[in-house]
């Protein structure tokens, strides 16, 4: 029994490492492929680009399927995790903005950013991708984790779509043609999706620092008296602000165009920046998991 199960939790150790090669290739080859659509125009490669995007997020669910069965838990905790949940999340995203077919182009914003992240992933994941995950301990730990990395998907998709605002506004403005801006959907379009991931994202978001919040403080003896200080929760005070701040500007019509996509780009990036450099170096009371470090 006991050589069975050294076989089993060998055959999950290879297939997590197979998949996640298979996946980080997949990424930047998707990248590469939409690269070469920007140049020649060939709607053919968005469609091969999406796929192989698609093949990316499916390898990447392998992983996590293959650490659980491995370590019996749920791998929503530790660097490699961490950076592997965001990606799976933000191709869902994607491909499900990809449903119309005038949305494909956006791709060329999306995928060269998911496949510098799972560069990243590649360099920083594989270690840690041995290790047994931190305990969730919880439901409500659990589903604070989800939402947690479900907004800050939206939010790096909203910075995304915020710049592709941006490019055809210049555009516009300056009447080139043969660009990519060009065959960008209409900037009303992309203003609407980009209002519409603010509004599905700082809810959220909200939430799970409500959540996160109940929790930190029933474990504020293991967390430490001080732990409202940890750089994340001030990180995490100020996204949820700004973006709420964003949403009913945008809303109330104070803001909007290229002027509300400059804000969202520059600070959403400048924020996703610090929240990624924290979790690198590990700055702060707890992981972004939510469980002590």
Not at 136 to 141: A, I, R, V
Not at 251 to 269: C, D, E, N, Q, W
Request: net charge positive; with cysteine; aromatic share 14%.
């Amino acid at each position: 029994m006991d050589a069975v199960c050294v076989q089993v939790y060998m055959l999950m150790a290879w297939l997590t490492t197979l998949s996640f090669y298979g996946a980080i290739a997949a990424y930047i080859f998707s990248a590469v492929v939409v690269l070469v659509y920007v140049r020649n125009g060939n709607n053919d490669l968005l469609s091969r680009a999406k796929k192989l995007a698609a093949f990316g997020n499916v390898l990447l669910l392998l992983v996590f399927i293959s650490r659980g069965i491995e370590f019996g838990r749920i791998p929503f905790t530790g660097l490699g995790d961490s950076l592997n949940l965001f990606l799976v999340l933000c191709t869902g995203i994607i491909l499900l903005l990809q449903r119309e077919e005038k949305m494909r182009p956006l791709m060329a914003y999306y995928l060269p950013a998911l496949a510098i992240l799972a560069l990243i992933s590649g360099i920083f994941s594989p270690s840690s991708l041995s290790e047994a995950p931190k305990e969730l301990n919880g439901l409500l730990l659990f589903v604070h984790v989800l939402l947690v990395f479900l907004a800050f998907a939206l939010f790096f998709i909203a910075s995304l779509t915020s710049m592709a605002y941006v490019t055809k506004a210049q555009s516009l403005k300056r009447m080139t043609s043969g660009t990519i801006a060009e065959r960008l959907p209409s900037l009303e379009r992309l203003d609407k999706v980009l209002f519409r991931l603010i509004g599905f994202g700082y809810p959220a978001f909200a939430l799970t620092l409500a959540l996160g919040f109940a929790w930190a403080y029933g474990s504020r003896d293991t967390l430490g008296e001080t732990w409202y200080f940890s750089p994340r929760i001030v990180l995490a005070l100020f996204m949820v602000i700004f973006y709420a701040f964003s949403f009913h500007i945008r809303r109330r019509g104070l803001l909007r165009g290229p002027k509300l996509a400059y804000l969202v780009f520059f600070v959403s990036t400048a924020l996703f920046v610090m929240y990624l450099g924290i979790e690198l170096m590990q700055i702060g009371g707890y992981t972004m998991g939510g469980t002590p470090s």
